[in-house]
């Protein structure tokens, strides 16, 4: 398995940005698909952006696509996650997750996750 350590997390104002890392250790990080998700109180666990195993190919929720960016560093085993234009729909604990699936934006497909760190959009 892969250990992730997210950060980055806080509180911003509506319209802000923060930029998410999660830091993996353990296997080879260049051979997982790395996703992020988030889950705000009350509500399912929910697919945010990832790339593929083969690392090329960026994949965004609609709900995210066009203001989060997301970016790996595989001599860093670093992943990023840009969110610009941050919305109080926005607030939920964000998680990386690394795995082997297939269907990357399924929690299913992943089976190492970190401990989650907090956003907070304000209005």
């Known amino acids: 398995q892969v250990q992730l350590v997210e950060s980055g997390g806080g509180l911003v104002q509506t319209g802000g940005s923060l930029r998410l890392s999660c830091a993996a250790s353990?296997?080879?990080?260049?051979?997982?698909?790395m996703g992020w998700f988030r889950q705000a109180p009350g509500k399912e666990r929910e697919f945010v952006a990832a790339?593929?195993?083969?690392?090329?190919?960026?994949y965004y929720a609609g709900s995210v696509k066009g203001r989060f960016t997301i970016s790996r560093d595989n001599a860093k085993n670093t992943v990023y996650l840009q969110m610009n234009s941050l919305k109080p729909e926005d607030t939920a604990v964000y998680y990386c997750?690394?795995?082997?699936?297939?269907?990357?934006?399924?929690?299913?497909?992943?089976?190492?996750w970190g401990q989650g760190t907090q956003v907070t959009v304000s209005s």
């Open positions: 997750a690394a795995g082997s699936g297939v269907i990357i934006d399924a929690p299913s497909a992943y089976d190492s």
């Open positions: 353990g296997r080879t990080f260049s051979s997982h698909a």
């Open positions: 790339f593929r195993r083969s690392g090329g190919n960026t």
